[in-house]
């Protein structure tokens, strides 16, 4: 596929529904045993049948306290849980799904469907990750191929953003085993942080701990969840904004595990909601592997406190090149409010208790 054709996302939608057609119908097994997804995103269940604008009753919508960044994309959000089932709470960081749940994000430019992706737990321990592109007309959405699909829309003069593949998707995700990442209990806390960078307002029917205890959909979870959720602890409101922002967009990898544990930061839910001032203090000066430019070897720390341009936190917030982005996935224009915001977070810091 060339690039003329990839600018028409009506164009590819057409190609890979030719593509994909014999094997509509036909079971596929994808990596460990794992169904494929389904090929169109009618047949996901996020519709109802015949459908692709009404949402199926059973499927509630959430919303995220601290939404991550996705180019200024706006992003709606489902969740199905299987009649009958409920979510493991017993960790109330680390949430256990039943088997048969599905969730989907949908992106849109204005009022343009570009994507919606779908995580389906079709396995005690097997998640299935899949991405649907939609027609210029929002009438069609199809799977698209596990390797992803470049340059699909111009976001930003000169920046075009892709399908994921699917072994980005696990990037993000995980794969030990994969997880949601934005529904959980902090995310999901009815005790909003109203100073939430991109903060969504909530809709009448989106799920929060409250409804999750109220319904019983919840197990496990501590008896005083909905009377006392889960905030990041701060004496400062321009902190809480701040961490909850970086939890939500670097801490999916900076989570004291794996390969890149060593490198810190830490922003475990965990830790925030104990004491997020003690996480806040954990940035402060610490040395950092990235160098910035002109900084003596082994002088960069993340957050250098009153210098936002001599931390690497924000520099690295700041850039789009390759080497130094972060997150390095999943955008292609800079979060210009959330980089204001941070740098006068740490030009202020630290700040007064509010």
Not at 124 to 143: F, I, K, P, Q, R
Not at 175 to 187: D, E, R, V
Not at 205 to 232: G, K, M, Y
Request: charge should be positive; include cysteine.
């Amino acid at each position: 596929m060339n690039r003329r054709v990839l600018g028409s996302a009506g164009a590819l939608a057409a190609i890979l529904f030719v593509s994909i057609a014999h094997q509509v119908n036909r079971p596929v097994l994808a990596a460990h045993g794992l169904p494929e997804p389904p090929a169109l995103l009618a047949d996901t269940g996020l519709y109802v049948d015949g459908s692709l604008t009404v949402v199926r009753p059973g499927n509630r919508s959430f919303v995220p306290q601290y939404p991550l960044w996705s180019d200024g994309l706006s992003k709606p959000r489902w969740i199905y849980l299987p009649p009958g089932t409920t979510i493991d709470g017993n960790d109330e960081h680390d949430w256990k799904f039943p088997v048969g749940t599905k969730l989907w994000k949908q992106f849109s430019l204005k009022d343009r469907k570009v994507e919606t992706r779908l995580l389906w737990k079709a396995s005690a321990d097997g998640w299935v990750t899949g991405s649907y592109l939609w027609n210029e007309a929002g009438t069609e959405a199809v799977l698209a191929p596990a390797e992803g699909v470049p340059d699909v829309l111009e976001v930003a003069p000169g920046r075009r953003i892709s399908i994921p593949s699917r072994t980005d998707c696990t990037a993000c995700h995980g794969t030990k085993p994969p997880a949601p990442l934005g529904f959980n209990a902090l995310q999901l806390s009815s005790d909003r942080d109203p100073n939430a960078i991109h903060g969504e307002k909530l809709g009448p029917d989106a799920l929060t701990v409250v409804q999750l205890s109220t319904e019983r959909l919840l197990a496990h979870a501590r008896p005083d969840l909905a009377q006392n959720p889960p905030r990041i602890r701060t004496a400062n409101a321009d902190t809480r904004a701040a961490l909850g922002y970086l939890a939500a967009n670097c801490g999916v990898c900076h989570d004291g595990k794996g390969e890149i544990a060593a490198l810190g930061p830490t922003l475990r839910h965990r830790d925030l909601v104990a004491d997020g001032d003690a996480v806040a203090r954990s940035l402060i000066n610490q040395p950092t592997r990235w160098q910035l430019p002109g900084i003596p070897d082994g002088h960069t720390v993340l957050v250098k406190p009153g210098a936002p341009d001599g931390s690497a936190l924000l520099v690295r917030m700041r850039s789009r090149a390759p080497s130094s982005q972060m997150p390095p996935l999943g955008s292609v224009v800079r979060d210009q409010h959330a980089v204001e915001t941070l740098a006068r977070w740490i030009a202020s810091y630290p700040l007064k208790p509010r």
